[in-house]
């Protein structure tokens, strides 16, 4: 069975970082393209990066290049987003996706609140 299981969220001033994780378990992690996505309250979900298996390949929003920054390890599992000079409107939770089999499978997300 496929889990998948953010952390790293929390509060943060305006211009703060944080640095979320996503472990995988259950699969081939190192065969598949692992993305984050964000809903901010009252919004629509999000796709902020995806980051290809190898991590030789990233695609980021327009909306977080030069702040965000997404890695990965595939000798544990992990998927990771750095992200500096949060801005208040970046609230909300961050999910990682994976799709397996043609689903679209998720963690359960990880709050991030940017306020002062």
């Known amino acids: 069975q496929v889990q998948l299981v953010e952390s790293g969220g929390g509060r943060v001033q305006p211009g703060g970082s944080l640095r979320l994780s996503c472990r995988a378990s259950g699969l081939s992690f190192s065969t598949y393209i692992m993305r984050w996505y964000r809903q901010a309250p009252g919004n629509e979900l999000e796709l902020v990066v995806g980051i290809h298996p190898t991590g030789a390949t990233t695609t980021y929003a327009d909306s977080v290049k030069g702040r965000f920054t997404i890695s990965r390890d595939n000798a544990k599992n992990t998927v990771y987003l750095r992200m500096n000079k949060l801005k208040p409107d970046e609230t909300g939770v961050y999910y990682c996706?994976?799709?397996?089999?043609?689903?679209?499978?998720w963690g359960p997300g990880t709050q991030v609140t940017v306020s002062s």
């Open positions: 996706n994976i799709i397996v089999d043609l689903l679209d499978l």
